[in-house]
């Protein structure tokens, strides 16, 4: 039942943690409140027994949210130490230092998180496979509000909201033509199997994204267990 939301603006915006705190404030029932915030970059997180994290190790500053049934294996492969309590965003920091976005593909389970790197000043936002962690976003008055649901982004940004009507009817009929449309005009879904990177500033375009799991090509007759 836990949740991970961010906000990306300016260095120094003094509105940041404030913002933030609206975003977890208005769902006390996801858990306890853990934060960050640096260089116009605010993270955090919600949790209940642990189905969410917040870790900062070297570069990185991850946000957490869901399960990885694998870490002994992949830490076994790759030669990680883990504690055997070790959270999951702790466990990322060090993966993702090793492998960078082929980390994704290799993790067994369901998930959402968020990346930020502070050498590059960007924001990573990834969704499994499978997709039931969901992650939304939107832009408003020169601010990026990521969120697990549309209502911490509503309160993170004041915006008042707009019903769009054919993502309504979409959502009725189950036909998700658009896998990114919501019910909200100002709101944006992050389609499953997706790693979008967010730049700092508001000047900077989104990217497009990137898959984070490809099948093995046609006629190969099974799967690579390593990939």
């Known amino acids: 039942m836990g949740a991970i939301v961010a906000i990306i603006g300016e260095s120094g915006d003094p509105e940041l943690p404030v913002r933030l705190d609206r975003m977890l404030s208005c769902s006390p029932y996801r858990g306890s409140a853990e934060c960050s915030v640096e260089h116009g970059f605010a993270l955090g997180i919600q949790t209940r027994d642990g189905d969410a994290s917040l870790a900062t190790e070297g570069n990185w500053t991850v946000a957490f949210h869901g399960f ?13 130490r883990f504690p055997e309590d070790a959270p999951h965003a702790d466990r990322v920091t060090v993966a993702y230092e090793a492998l960078g976005n082929a980390l994704f593909s290799k993790l067994r389970g369901e998930f959402s998180m968020l990346i930020f790197d502070r050498r590059r000043r960007t924001l990573l936002a990834v969704r499994d496979v499978i997709g039931r962690r969901p992650l939304y976003h939107s832009t408003t008055d020169n601010r990026r509000f990521i969120a697990t649901e549309i209502r911490q982004i509503i309160a993170g940004s004041g915006v008042t909201p707009e019903i769009d009507v054919d993502g309504l009817v979409q959502e009725m009929l189950i036909e998700h033509e658009d896998p990114c449309r919501t019910l909200v005009r100002q709101v944006v879904r992050l389609p499953p199997n997706t790693a979008v990177e967010f730049g700092a500033g508001p000047e900077v375009e989104v990217s497009d994204g990137e898959l984070c799991w490809r099948p093995p090509p046609e006629g190969t007759g099974r799967y690579d267990v390593d990939e």
């Open 68 to 80: 990885v049934g694998n870490w002994t294996e992949l830490a076994a492969h790759h030669g990680w």
